[in-house]
């Protein structure tokens, strides 16, 4: 289903175990496609007169959703235990997926592993509603859906079927009506991506350059358009043609663009090598000339892909007209092998409750066999009740005469579980003290582990020995049970000692958070007056961290904040301090032009009951 046609094959095993093709078609869409309001019934209205003007004979269905709904990416995962790797890729949904997950219907196909061990994940999407448009628009045509595949995998694998053969890089390029599809094979690696160009740019700028309607531009491009070509080639006399082949080639030019960018990111960043070929598929390849443009801009062989190379074509189709569009039903070949064989690439979109319904229905006639044998048992089972029913009331008599006496002591027995429940509750309190003698040691190994991190990673980033020391370490105290008035913190008391302050004030940022969720309770003491209770009293949650950190502005300008920025990150990351909630104060000069004073507040994952 494309965004400009849709596209109709049927096949059937032959006696070599590959397969033929039995009957095909291919219908246009029109404007109606490139509407969402008006897309699905055009979808249904083609599906159904391709249905009825071909003999197609089976019901049973594979569907290749619209690139243009279709949301992929590559992904590679660290080297991870293999029972972790499920969640890793949940995980990795969540953040690239562009949409809530619980709205979307999604899947992915481990491609293999680099030489560093790591996973190459193909990761798909498409919104849930889509599918289930589709999934009613082959209902109400009288198929049977039976998975719903995307255009980047069903061309992997069309292509690994036919071109298994071929040596070195090679690029395949699909160019529909919305979007093309950019595949890199080389070896039994397989790279995509998805771009946002396509044929349709062409008829919206011939419409607005040339002032007709939609229908028209499309009409006028696909009988008389061609890309057009540099050097020595003169202007046809046709107008429409002229403006035709150069808007064709300015949209192409475009193309090209990002395809050299791809072929540089796949060549920087995946690996991969210099590309041997291309080859070109999609409706809009069809444009006269499309493969000269990308033979004199690549510089690489150029021709057109063959998704019936190794299949067989049935006698009684036309295969004049079939090689006219044949390369455009790549997307076709590759659903139909899902049916052959193990495929390379394996997705399926189909929704969970439409997978449910149609194991349901074909359930129904086994549900209405198990029904009837309920009911024969339920008629055999009264018979044998009626007969047994005596035998079962003596039993019961004698059984209740048996129980009465150790109901009387069910009193007893509950009392002693009360009595059970409540010494254990006391001794998990007992263990839970235990436990927590050793609270402050793991939180300052934690600290101490994170800062030394925090050094290595600063020495690799700067390119210089970095240092990091703690200059104290106070938990923020609790306000007790019953007091009134601000809660006076160490600073505080020391200076109404006369001795100076260990750091400046708790930073703005942090004072705007506990307007919401309550301060510390060692906020100042204009703070204190003036925001919500902090903790419960009884719970320490809040540390203050004054550090001191070598002064990297030798380094650069902003290398300080830099290494600022290292340790919120690495303190935000710790399983000890929640997430986010490590607020930093102002970077402040030390006064010896050799270090700086940095405070930070923390709030602590799991508070400490004093």
């Not at 078609?25 to 496609?33: F, M, P, T």
């Not at 070896?187 to 349709?200: D, F, L, T």
């Not at 011939?206 to 057009?228: D, H, I, M, N, Y």
């Not at 801009?297 to 044949?326: A, H, M, S, T």
Request: one cysteine or more; aromatic letters at 8%; hydrophobic letters at 40%.
């Amino acid at each position: 289903m494309g965004a400009a046609t849709l596209k109709l094959a049927e096949f059937e095993p032959n006696e070599a175990g590959g397969l033929r093709l039995k009957q095909w078609g291919i219908k246009s869409l029109g404007s109606e496609g490139f509407q969402d309001a008006t897309r699905p019934a055009a979808v249904v209205r083609c599906l159904q007169e391709l249905l009825a003007e071909n003999n197609f004979t089976s019901r049973l269905v594979n569907v290749c959703a619209p690139g243009f709904h279709v949301f992929s990416k590559f992904v590679k995962l660290p080297p991870v235990d293999s029972s972790k790797v499920t969640q890793i890729i949940q995980y990795e949904a969540q953040q690239n997926v562009p949409f809530p997950l619980e709205e979307v219907v999604w899947d992915y196909q481990i491609l293999g592993a680099t030489p560093s061990g790591e996973l190459e994940v193909l990761l798909v999407a498409i919104k849930q509603d889509v599918v289930e448009g589709i999934f009613k628009g082959a209902e109400s045509a009288g198929l049977r859906l039976q998975l719903v595949d995307v255009g980047p995998a069903a061309l992997c694998n069309a292509f690994r079927y036919n071109y298994g053969d071929l040596e070195g890089c090679t690029m395949l390029l699909d160019i529909g009506a919305k979007t093309s599809n950019l595949l890199f094979f080389e070896g039994e690696n397989v790279y995509s991506r998805g771009i946002n160009i396509g044929a349709n740019a062409i008829t919206v700028d011939f419409s607005k350059e040339s002032k007709l309607g939609l229908e028209e531009a499309e009409r006028l491009k696909v009988t008389e358009g061609f890309v057009g070509l540099t050097g020595a080639y003169e202007d046809p006399e046709n107008p429409h043609q002229a403006a035709i082949s150069k808007i064709a080639r300015q949209v192409m030019t475009r193309l090209h663009i990002q395809v050299n960018q791809t072929i540089q990111f796949y060549r920087g960043q995946q690996g991969g090598s210099l590309p041997q070929r291309l080859f070109l598929s999609g409706g809009a390849a069809m444009m006269p000339y499309t493969a000269q443009f990308f033979t004199e801009k690549l510089n690489l062989p150029v021709d057109y892909f063959n998704p019936f190379r190794n299949l067989q074509i049935d006698p009684g189709l036309n295969v004049d007209e079939l090689c006219k569009v044949g390369h455009s039903f790549g997307e076709v070949v590759g659903l139909s092998l899902r049916n052959l064989a193990h495929c390379p690439v394996e997705l399926n979109l189909m929704p969970r409750s439409s997978r449910n319904r149609q194991q349901f229905n074909a359930r129904k006639p086994y549900l209405a066999a198990a029904a009837a044998s309920l009911i024969l048992i339920i008629w055999a089972f009264g018979l044998f009740y009626a007969k047994t029913s005596g035998i079962k009331q003596q039993s019961l008599d004698r059984l209740t005469t048996e129980v009465e006496p150790r109901i009387a002591r069910e009193g007893e027995l509950n009392l002693a579980m009360q009595q059970l429940a409540m010494a254990k509750a006391s001794a998990d309190q007992f263990s839970a003290w235990l436990e927590e003698r050793t609270y402050w040691t793991s939180l300052i190994l934690e600290l101490r582990q994170i800062l030394m991190e925090v050094e290595s990673q600063g020495k690799r980033e700067f390119g210089t020995d970095t240092g990091m020391w703690v200059e104290s370490f106070e938990p923020i105290l609790p306000a007790s049970a019953g007091e009134s008035g601000p809660v006076i913190r160490p600073e505080q008391s020391r200076r109404r000692k006369g001795l100076p302050p260990r750091g400046p004030a708790l930073p703005a940022d942090l004072l705007a958070i506990m307007a919401t969720s309550g301060p510390p309770s060692g906020a100042s003491s204009a703070v204190a007056s003036n925001a919500p209770a902090g903790p419960p009293p009884g719970v320490i949650a809040f540390i203050n961290l004054r550090c001191r950190m070598v002064d990297l502005k030798g380094v650069s300008a902003d290398a300080n904040t830099k290494f600022a920025y290292m340790l919120e990150k690495a303190l935000s990351s710790s399983p000890k301090f929640v997430a986010g909630a490590a607020r930093f104060g102002q970077l402040e000069p030390a006064g010896d032009n050799l270090t700086f004073k940095l405070q930070v507040t923390l709030t602590l994952k799991n508070p400490l009951k004093l």
